[in-house]
């Protein structure tokens, strides 16, 4: 809502406060100001001229010299370079000194020759949005109306001293998109009375001849219908085209102007048909035959539904109710006798169709927010006033009128405490007395409790909550005080799986990676790129209405958007790159969703380049899968997760299927990691790239971060180192795991140090050597054990893998 | 004899003070005071020697001993320190190098912000509650009193799935799950931090997924200078000891009275600048007191317990924080953005 500061004044005395001083006073008790702008955006000695003469310039075929009284005593001559300027014409005039937006300055000057001493300006020039001009109006200099006074200050007379006040309404404060609303607002804010329109409505003519029937009563409550004759339709007085102007309204004719005047002064949208186009004066409000097509003033044919409430006469539609009058029956010039309506449309049914039709009017927000309905006939006699006032017409006499329901003003009962106990204020009933004053609410009081009727005007005042708020915000949300809740202390914290996510968050980021967050929303392609963690077949989430294919399913994992983040950081010359993520994915086996999706935490990882990059000793170190799986050991050792066991995978979709390991633990798959099959790097366009998955509620399961301290060893430790040449294909673990079943308990630590293959040994073979740590823990070894422990060992190996120590 | 004595200390001195290494004040050590010496072969020929003359040759013998093996050890000590010092000067290195790379990592703008936002409410005794990111409207929207023809509605386009289920347009719908989860019991003191998803075109103010950090505070007799306290001892917290807050009304379905909540600018202190529109102030939050509708839906009585709640955005926090000017550098997750956050 744009609010003129001189319009407002009309109904409240602002004489003592500056536009930036009720700008602020507003914002702070509840009605934003986004801005304030000054109408006039550097005008000034600009004057209103008479054009007497008008002569082609001698030496110039576009230019013209124009002889103009501006009321200096002396006539000016003026060069000008519009095709428009004629003799006979008002017109603003610039003159020498005057100053005009974008810091011009006019001089005294010659043009090809000839003195001009002055500017007659455009529009534009004096810096009027052209959007608010009627089209012929915004070419060439701007005409005034020949009533406009020689010599008068153009500033004063185009309205420009002025400033706009633009209000950010919340939705409940419908009531301040209306120039009386925001007095009201206004009034109260500052302690002072408001000053309404005085309307007189001189029934000059025949009876009202007009008919109104409300057919669709859910939609429509009130339907009120003046009636006029031998109206004039032609522009309106410069003073409305101003305050029109300052509203973002643009002038039309006399009668449009009006309802549109009167819909900003009162907030009720109105509308005005050419009566003589309404077969029999019958209006009837009904909603629209399924497929009913209406051609709309903007000559478009919209297509109706049968929940559209149209305003029609016995043969044909004449508006779409609320949202935009008709075609065949629009006020045009030489229309004379005019049906006025004044109308309760619900919300509901306005929003309803606006969306349908996908149509939002300057009157469609009116309604779709609630209009008063008890000032439906009151603005109504004010645009009956401003017709007969301004277009000259003849008023019928009486009111065609319709009435389903009324709305009844609500009365709330509240009480001092209750108040000061929502606030923590310590305000007296006096003090709250004078805000409902001032907010103009009736009450009656019986000492600290009152029982407050709400005019209509604020439907968004329901609850004693709502009343609450009012006194709050009149009283001043700085005056209230600064306490803490004073009930039962209570524990705050994290949960175990909160702490567990920042214990891996904080673990990763210790260890390298970079913390990334990206997207759920993804491509569809992308779910399908990469293997996930679920079991079992999903369906993909998609968007009713997603706005682009790149955002459109919800995702299934959390790989397709980090190998995404790789080829983005990539693009950039980033090429190092350690991503980790922790986040919601979303998974579901449903067709159409008949109820949530399954939402599980995972924790993923991408990682490709250098892990250490190039430097001057030259240790580059490249990513690979060793160091994906030193991260993830040092994870779940971090989290006290045992026991897991690693198994090639080879069949995990998008993954390489020789390099890629499936994590359990006592059986469960928690998660997954290895290189990305090089297919899907090249899709994504990446070197080699490694990758981690799991899910974090059952890392959370597994995880045991209690400690529980061991006494440190007292007797010494003895170590054997043994070198195994076994099969090429025989996995690492297999011997370990030998190993510790055949040491048993004096096998307190098991380290691999060296694999080898090469010429020195069998080519189908490999070497691999172990360095095995014995320690009893109450005594020291003797050598015979350690022997007889480590033959064992041999044996075991020997038998179960078929390993031969090395020569 | 004693003479050969003398002579042998002389020349055996004259030697040890040239020497030049190691090794070669060894082999004086063997060739003078080894068992096969010149001193031990002059001591075998002591036998020889006539009572009276014994001691003193003796004698004489020991002091030449003491004389060399001092000599040799001055020598040896001499030559380690030559060769520490030799050592010492090839160990030289240039100190002005780079170090070797060690990989470090970095948290995420936004789970720094939050894991703060979290750790000071945790230290005024909040728990942190979570909710789905898919939500039913119900919890969306009714349970928070926004029927499903409020125009609020408005004020939050949304991504439905079906006419049922959409992606939650904020945290709120968490606090009824908490009140529903409580059954009436109090207090509730939670926030919850999450993603959001709206229908914005993505620029650099507009993001379709976004994150808040909702709080909510349910009890008997609470008010909203409680509300006023805990915010203004937040915005001390995470902005500075100095900080004031400002509150103006405004309007949210699921609070009355609602407050939106400003916090002195950060960029000028309140002097006023292009940040803060020259209004010293900066709105970091949207509040207010729990709607009555909201809690009776939520299974308490307004007549017996009232409750504040409030929601920022952890972008907009960390755009003033950090002076981030571009909203989808949060989601883009360049790298070169990522590894400013890399301190504290």
Known sequence: MKVSYQWLSDYVDLSDITPHELAEKLTRSGIEVEAVEPRNLGVSHVVVGYVKERSKHPDADRLSVCIVDAGQGEDLQIVCGAANVAQGQKVPVALPGAKLPGGIVIKRSKLRGVESQGMICSAKELGINDKLLAKDQQEGILVLPDEAEVGMDAVTYLGLDDYVLELGLTPNRSDCLSMIGVAYEVAAILGREVKLPRIEVVEDGGENPVTVQIEAKDHCYRYVGRHFTHAQIGSSPQWMKNRLMAAGVRPINNVVDITNYVMLEYGQPLHAFDAAKVANRSIVVRLAEPEEKLVTLDDQERTLDGETLVIADPEKGLAIAGIMGGANSEIVPDTTEIILEAAYFTPRSIRRSARMLGMRTEGCVRWEKGVDQSRVAEAGERAAMLIQQLAKATVSRGVASAVVQQAEPVTIAITLEKINGHLGTSLTAEEVSAIFDRLQFAYEQTGSAWRVTVPTRRGDIALPEDLIEEVARLYGYDNIPTSLPEGETVQGGLTPEQKLRRTIRHHLIGLGMAEAISYALVHPRLNAAVAGLHEGELKPIPLAMPMSEDHSVLRTGLLPSLLETLTYNRNRQNHDLAFFELGHVFLSAEEKLTRLPEERFYLGGVLTGQWVPQNWQGVKQPVDFFLVKGIVESLLSRLGIADAVYRPAADLTGMHPGRTAEVTVNGKKIGFFGQLHPQTEKTYDLEETYVFQFDVAQLAALSTPLINYAPLPKFPAVTRDLALVVDRATPAAALAETIREAAGDLLESLTLFDVYTGERIAADKKSMAFSLVYRHPERTLQDEEVQEVTSRVIQALAEKTGAELRA | ?344
């Open chain 2, 1 to 344: 004899m004693q003479a050969r004595l003398q002579e042998m200390k002389q020349s055996a001195l004259a030697q040890i003070s040239q020497v030049a290494d190691a090794q070669a004040l060894q082999e004086l050590r063997v060739k003078y005071l080894g068992k096969k010496g010149e001193l031990t072969e002059i001591l075998r020929g002591m036998g020889s020697l006539s009572a009276e003359e014994r001691p003193i040759v003796g004698q004489l013998v020991n002091d030449v001993r003491e004389a060399l093996e001092r000599a040799l050890g001055e020598k040896q000590e001499e030559l380690e320190q030559a060769a520490l010092r030799a050592k010492l000067a090839s160990q030289q290195i240039d100190v002005t190098l780079p170090g070797r790379p060690v990989p470090a990592g970095t948290m995420h703008p936004l789970s720094r912000i939050i894991e703060q936002i979290e750790d000071i409410f945790i230290g005024m005794g909040f728990e942190v509650a979570e909710g789905p990111e898919v939500e039913l409207d119900h919890f969306n929207f009714e349970m928070l009193n926004l029927p499903k023809d409020h125009p609020a509605r408005d004020m939050q386009d949304s991504f439905y799935i079906t006419d049922d289920i959409l992606l939650r347009t904020h945290t709120s719908p968490v606090q009824a799950r908490t009140m529903l989860k409580k059954e009436g019991r109090t207090p509730v003191k939670i926030i919850c931090p999450g993603k959001v998803y709206r229908r914005d075109d993505d620029d650099a103010t507009h993001s379709h997924q976004f994150t808040q950090v909702e709080g909510l505070v349910v009890d008997k007799g609470i008010r909203m200078s409680d509300l006023k306290g805990t915010l203004l001892s937040f915005a001390r917290q995470m902005f500075g000891p100095n900080q004031q807050i400002r509150l103006r009304p405004s309007f949210f379905p699921f609070t009355e009275p609602s407050a939106e909540v400003d916090i002195q600018c950060v960029i000028c202190g309140g002097e006023g600048c292009r940040v803060c529109k020259h209004t010293g102030w900066i709105e970091i939050l949207g509040s207010g007191m729990v709607h009555p509708r909201v809690l009776q839906m939520a299974g308490y009585d307004p007549q017996e317990v009232s409750g504040f709640a409030f929601g920022m955005g952890v972008e907009r926090i960390a755009m003033l924080r950090y002076g981030v000017e571009d909203v989808r550098h949060f989601y883009t997750n360049d790298v070169r953005f990522l590894r400013q956050f890399n301190r504290g």
